[in-house]
């Protein structure tokens, strides 16, 4: 609150410099303008309008009631001199020419006086004074310069009460925001430990029955990392396509050899591909064994192949050619959509991850890319038996 407090406090200063720097400075080119002034009285209200602006200036970082009354002071030294120096002719005249001087400049302390009785006072004093000036010198109450004076100085007042009121209200409603969010915020972390303590008893309570069930002695660490091996072989053929087949209440089962047939993963990849609405077509081998890390590799290859088919090739068909031999299995992705050429486009943009090559490359396996404008792309994956 003590923030928000002095940011309006100098908000409000800020206004009030520019607010009056900015009326007196029209009001003097109006009065030199206006050619009415003899020199002697229009230097002396010159230089007060230059010392009310070195006031104004100064006020705007030092809320000082004595540059308060500098600034009235000058703001009334001008109007006198610009008015009684000039004969009854010319006073209306000078009298509209000095209107944003009286309606602004001097009203202009309003704003920053909050919480100064003194400087207040001192401001509608001055008030008074501009009005009783204007009056005299326009020849009645009625006149335009001193209904634009009144206007000056009631919109001067209405802003700083509005200011003044609608600040401390964003401020408690800014405030009441922070109070929720920080019992939220507790409510949240109290949530967070209730669950770590829960779960921290959990597995104490876990493990105690362990060490029961197995006479103390735990789990060997065999039967640890074959259990490991077995949740990641389970994974890896889950992120294949692989569907477990229940075998009975609680047991489900997958390929467990390390050697996998190729064909069968196959056909989830081109069932994958297309529910995304890529026609795929196989042609060639049916089933061929793969080892288990080859095949990972083969296959994370051939996806991202299909995927480029799917978004860069503008067809929506992709055939696929298995062949194999006693050393090495070849799969070929063709299709027939709109290509490049391979001259014109770096190595790190061909659409093909590094990473996948790197993979393919790491188990004795390679990958070649052939395509050329308006012909399709070739992509020929090699892999080891």
Not at 162 to 167: E, F, L
């Amino acid at each position: 609150m003590d923030f928000i407090a002095q940011e309006r406090d100098r908000l409000l200063r800020s206004t009030t410099r520019v607010v009056g720097i900015v009326c007196a400075l029209v009001s003097v080119v109006a009065v030199i303008c206006a050619l009415a002034v003899p020199v002697v009285p229009l230097l002396g209200g010159l230089a007060c309008i230059a010392i009310m602006i070195a006031g104004f200036l100064v006020l705007g970082w030092n809320a000082s009631v004595w540059w308060t009354a500098l600034i009235l002071a000058s703001g009334l030294g001008a109007l006198a001199l610009l008015l009684l120096g000039v004969d009854d002719v010319a006073r209306p005249v000078i009298a509209s020419a000095v209107m944003p001087l009286a309606a602004g400049s001097i009203s202009a302390p309003l704003m920053s006086q909050r919480g100064n009785p003194v400087g207040l006072g001192m401001t509608i004093l001055a008030g008074a004074a501009v009005v009783v000036a204007i009056v005299w010198a326009s020849g009645g109450i009625l006149a335009a310069p001193v209904t634009g004076a009144l206007l000056g100085w009631v919109l001067i007042t209405v802003v700083t009460i509005w200011i003044s009121r609608s600040i401390p209200r964003v401020a408690r409603r800014i405030y009441s925001i922070g109070t929720a969010h920080r019992a939220e915020r507790q409510a949240s972390e109290t949530e967070a430990q209730r669950r770590q303590g829960a779960r921290l008893l959990h597995d104490t309570v876990l493990a105690t029955l362990t060490l029961l069930a197995h006479s103390g002695v735990g789990v060997s660490e065999q039967a640890m990392r074959e259990q490991a091996a077995e949740d990641a072989r389970l994974l890896r053929h889950l992120r294949l396509g692989a569907t477990p087949q229940p075998q009975q209440s609680g047991d489900y089962s997958l390929t467990r050899e390390e050697e996998s047939p190729l064909g069968q993963t196959l056909e989830s990849v081109k069932q994958r591909f297309g529910r995304m609405g890529l026609e795929v077509s196989w042609h060639g081998t049916g089933q061929v064994l793969l080892p288990s890390n080859v095949l990972d590799a083969f296959l994370l290859a051939l996806g991202e192949c299909l995927e480029n088919v799917r978004r860069h090739a503008g067809v929506g068909e992709a055939h696929v050619t298995i062949v194999h031999d006693n050393e090495m299995v070849r799969a070929m992705v063709t299709d027939s959509g709109v290509g490049f050429d391979l001259t014109h486009v770096s190595a790190e943009r061909l659409g093909f991850k590094e990473s996948v090559v790197n993979r393919l490359r790491e188990v004795g396996g390679d990958a070649k890319l052939f395509s050329a404008p308006g012909s399709g792309t070739t992509v020929v994956l090699e892999a080891p038996r």
